[in-house]
């Protein structure tokens, strides 16, 4: 360039970056050939700290890796955030990913424990349990990556944390809740509780979603997303392929939660006829909204508004809720009718396995230890049967000692023990008789 200062230096380069993979990298606007020289080898060396923990605060790593994360859930993804963003980004953000080790992640995690929630409370175990899993998530990447060796966060462990389990409303829980207000956090009625529930909600406009979700157990989300199209009246048959969750204040609608989550669900003669009572209810109003000459949306949803548009997840967890509490029952969670649900078919008779495919598990495991709960009347009669086992062995022991003491008897005594009468006794032979030999059997 002819006139001085017109003009400036860029420099280039090729990097490899995080995953290996070689990068060109092209930046301008420096003053000088040396400015650019210098800026390329800052670069260069900024690129090699990046794929070590050296060169990566937790704070950038932690975004780096939410921004990965691209086939999560949009629930997931919003746990994954506000953990992020309001816990461990302000408490750990500004380390290096090298300088985490296993009694910095303790003593932070014991200073979260001291505060509060969003709601005054102090912070849950299941809360510090769930942000130990969300910094295990994004630690387990950079330990994929190769920028740390382990993940100092696996072993980390929250006391006083256990996984809830699902707890029966026994006569002496529903006292003690009347009494204090204490309630279990997860709880499913009895038999007889669930019928008064379906009996004072028998005219609700959504009594067939209670109907469902209490004796098919299906997820809020799957009720709220299960279209006519997918439902076999004739057949008996529910087909569950789409479910609409919310993630924050949106709705969110796409495939279930897993894989296994796409099922067929069988379908009771009683249950046909609810649903097909649903229908002419539902197709009724239709007809009289377009007399009407009002909006009416043909979404081609079981459960809808008036206007027909698709019911709002949260509407039918509040409503649940206004229901239970008119009824006048302990209360439980919309949720919780899916343990129950489970409970009961087991109490029936069903299998693991066949509860698994009715859940819609990937695991039998999880079937089994979160999802059948031992109701009252199932318990009693495998207590009546342990008891009549153990009874009946006793019984046959008693028997065989009895039996075996009459044959150790002896032969003198009588059933009373007193010595029998004296038979008379023979007369025995002289020894000179015996040594006589009878002349006949020699054939003298």
């Known amino acids: 360039m002819a006139d001085r200062g017109h003009g400036s230096w860029y420099f280039q380069c090729f990097a490899p970056n995080l995953f290996g993979r070689s990068e060109r990298i092209r930046r301008g606007g420096f003053v000088s050939q040396g400015a650019a020289r210098q800026a390329r080898e800052d ?9 070590c923990g050296d060169g990566w605060t937790v704070e950038r790593w932690l975004r780096h890796w939410l921004d990965t994360r ?25 380390y290096r990913l090298c300088d985490l080790d296993g009694p910095l992640l303790r003593a932070v995690l014991a200073e979260i424990a001291q505060t509060t929630n969003a709601k005054g409370r102090p912070q849950s175990a299941s809360a510090l349990n769930h942000l130990r899993t969300t910094l295990r998530a994004a630690l387990n990447l950079a330990v994929r ?11 980390i462990e929250i006391h006083g944390y256990r996984r809830p ?7 002496g829980r529903v006292e003690h809740w009347e ?3 204490e309630h279990p956090a997860v709880a499913v009625w009895t038999a007889t509780q669930l019928a008064g529930f379906l009996d004072s909600v028998a005219d609700d406009s959504l009594f067939a979603f209670w109907w469902l979700a209490a004796l098919r157990g299906l997820r809020r989300g799957e009720l709220c997303g299960l279209r006519w199209a997918a439902v076999d009246l004739d057949r008996g048959l529910l087909f569950v392929e789409r479910q609409r969750t919310t993630a924050g204040y949106q709705v969110v609608e796409g495939e279930p939660k897993t894989a296994a989550g796409r099922r067929a669900v069988a379908l009771d003669k009683h249950t046909v006829a609810i649903l ?33 548009d698709p019911i709002n997840p949260s509407y039918a967890t509040t409503r649940f809720r206004i229901l239970t509490n008119r009824a006048g029952l302990p209360p439980v969670r919309l949720h919780d009718l899916r343990h129950g649900a489970a409970s009961l078919a087991h109490e029936a008779g069903a299998d693991l396995k066949t509860l698994q495919d009715l859940l819609g598990h990937s695991s039998i495991v999880v079937t089994a230890d979160t999802y059948t709960s031992v109701l009252p009347d199932a318990q009693r009669r495998c207590a009546d049967t342990t008891a009549a086992l153990v009874l009946a062995a006793s019984r046959h022991t008693r028997q065989r000692i009895k039996e075996k003491a009459a044959k150790n008897q ?8 007193t010595p029998s ?23 003298k």
């Open 70 to 94: 691209t086939r999560i859930r949009p629930t997931t993804r919003l746990a994954y955030t506000r953990d992020v963003e309001l816990v461990l980004i302000p408490r750990l953000g500004h």
């Open 276 to 308: 097909r009572a649903h229908r002419s209810r539902q197709l009724a109003h239709r007809d009289k909204r377009h007399t009407a000459a009002a909006a009416w949306i043909d979404s081609g949803y079981v459960f809808t508004r008036k206007d027909g």
């Open 421 to 443: 009468e004296k038979r008379p006794a023979t007369k025995k032979r002289s020894r000179r008789s015996r040594g006589r030999r009878n002349p006949l059997r020699h054939g």
């Open 179 to 181: 009494l204090t207000g």
């Open 145 to 155: 990556e190769e920028l740390i060796e382990s993940n100092p966060a696996r072993h």
């Open 165 to 171: 389990h699902a707890q029966v409303w026994t006569e």
């Open 410 to 417: 002896p032969a003198n005594r009588d059933e009373k023990g």
């Open 43 to 51: 670069c260069l060396t900024d690129c090699t700290a990046r794929r």
